[in-house]
């Protein structure tokens, strides 16, 4: 039902209404955020740029065209970088040769190279001064009794364990075949082929599979989009290819055998099946989720296992295979924490005078 109001009521509501807005448009703390919201309005990039004269619109066209140009430039220095990167590649393995040989007891290093002067090594030869022949007579003793295992036992699992990146990936039944892992190495792509880096993780003999290396391939490009030039920020991984694990029977940790329950629908007989569905492990990132290459796009999940994938690769050829002693130790663990909180730390500095300006820029760039 539709309420009728007199004419004479309806000139009293006009009334008070025009009252209110009059009070209100009085208001300074009203007029200062209308004033506000009209100047953010006016001044933003796009609304000047759309009150320029044609002329100068053009001009501006014509300044986009140099920097898609840049943006090529740009790429092609990106290119001659990982040549570089291949060509120091190739001055650091001898190195990774030796620290392989160290670490699996193939070689046994000099007193030369195993000497280390540590920051507290003042304090120690201090306190190493003031012990007495007994403590250390008995010492010596309890040396001769410890076990010298060969050359260091589970380097590389304890850097899995180390690094949560990695161990969020690591179950329980992973663990004792990543103890077998001897190495991880990185190999870049020949001159002339398209950009990628291979890592190779080599494995002693062991009960779980008959591979001696485990590979896993990620495909870069260095060149702007076309649909987007001004986006290129540098060579990205695009996509990534795994290898065949050769499993041995019973062995294989990327799957699990469940039993099934059937019921015939016609004689109501109950039969019990076994299938294997897949598992939860580490070892699956040798089975990747590959990019659509045909134009369509993946679900909101699959691009998250495929980000979180890329970023795995990155960080085993950035930082885990080039300082992986400082891994097993957990300085470098130290040292990215540090860096993190030094991070937050300006952030809340400035949170109080440019919190309007964070937001801006976390609308403006949200790539990551």
């Given at each position: 039902m539709v309420e009728r109001h007199p004419a004479g009521g309806l000139e009293v509501m006009g009334t008070r209404k025009e009252k209110l807005t009059d009070q209100v448009m009085q208001n300074p703390q009203v007029l200062?955020?209308?004033?506000?919201?009209?100047?953010?309005?006016?001044?933003?990039?796009?609304?000047?740029?759309?009150?320029?004269?044609?002329?100068?619109?053009?001009?501006?066209?014509?300044?986009?065209?140099?920097?898609?140009?840049?943006?090529h430039i740009e790429a092609k220095f990106y290119e001659e970088v990982h040549d570089l990167e291949r060509k120091y590649a190739a001055l650091y393995q001898p190195l990774f040769d030796k620290r392989r040989e160290f670490v699996t007891g193939d070689v046994?290093?000099?007193?030369?190279?195993?000497?280390?002067?540590?920051?507290?090594?003042?304090?120690?030869?201090?306190?190493?001064?003031?012990?007495?022949?007994?403590?250390?007579?008995?010492?010596?003793?309890?040396?001769?009794?410890?076990?010298?295992?060969?050359?260091?036992?589970?380097?590389?699992?304890?850097?899995f364990r180390n690094v949560d990146m990695l161990s969020e990936l690591v179950q329980e039944y992973d663990e004792p075949i990543l103890k077998h892992l001897q190495d991880i190495k990185v190999k870049f792509s020949d001159p002339g082929q398209p950009m990628s880096f291979v890592l190779e993780f080599h494995f002693e003999p062991n009960d779980y599979f008959t591979n001696s290396v485990l590979t896993k391939t990620y495909?870069?490009?260095?060149?702007?989009?076309?649909?987007?030039?001004?986006?290129?920020?540098?060579?990205?991984?695009?996509?990534?290819?795994?290898?065949?694990?050769?499993?041995?029977?019973?062995?294989?940790?990327?799957?699990?055998?469940?039993?099934?329950?059937?019921?015939?629908?016609?004689?109501?007989?109950?039969?019990?099946?076994?299938?294997?569905?897949?598992?939860?492990?580490?070892?699956?990132?040798?089975?990747?989720?590959?990019?659509?290459?045909?134009g369509e796009s993946l679900d909101e999940d699959s691009e998250f296992t495929l980000a979180s994938d890329f970023e795995i690769g990155h960080f085993f050829r950035e930082r885990i295979v080039p300082r992986a002693v400082l891994y097993f130790t957990g300085e470098a663990i130290e040292d990215d924490d540090n860096f993190e909180e030094g991070e937050e730390g300006e952030e809340e500095e400035l949170e109080g005078d440019e919190e309007a300006e964070d937001d801006d820029d976390a609308e403006i760039n949200p790539k990551v």
């Open positions: 200062a955020a209308l004033q506000e919201r009209l100047d953010n309005v006016s001044h933003t990039p796009s609304s000047y740029i759309e009150t320029l004269p044609k002329a100068v619109k053009r001009r501006i066209n014509a300044l986009k065209q140099l920097q898609v140009k840049c943006a046994e290093p000099t007193d030369a190279e195993s000497e280390w002067h540590s920051e507290n090594e003042e304090e120690d030869r201090l306190a190493g001064d003031m012990k007495t022949k007994a403590v250390i007579a008995e010492k010596e003793a309890a040396a001769a009794e410890e076990p010298s295992p060969k050359g260091i036992p589970e380097f590389w699992f304890t850097i495909k870069m490009k260095s060149e702007p989009d076309k649909a987007d030039p001004f986006s290129f920020e540098g060579p990205e991984i695009v996509d990534c290819d795994g290898c065949t694990i050769d499993w041995k029977k019973g062995k294989n940790v990327t799957v699990k055998t469940i039993k099934k329950k059937q019921k015939h629908k016609g004689r109501g007989t109950v039969r019990t099946i076994t299938k294997q569905v897949p598992n939860d492990s580490f070892f699956n990132f040798f089975s990747p989720l590959r990019a659509s290459g045909d």
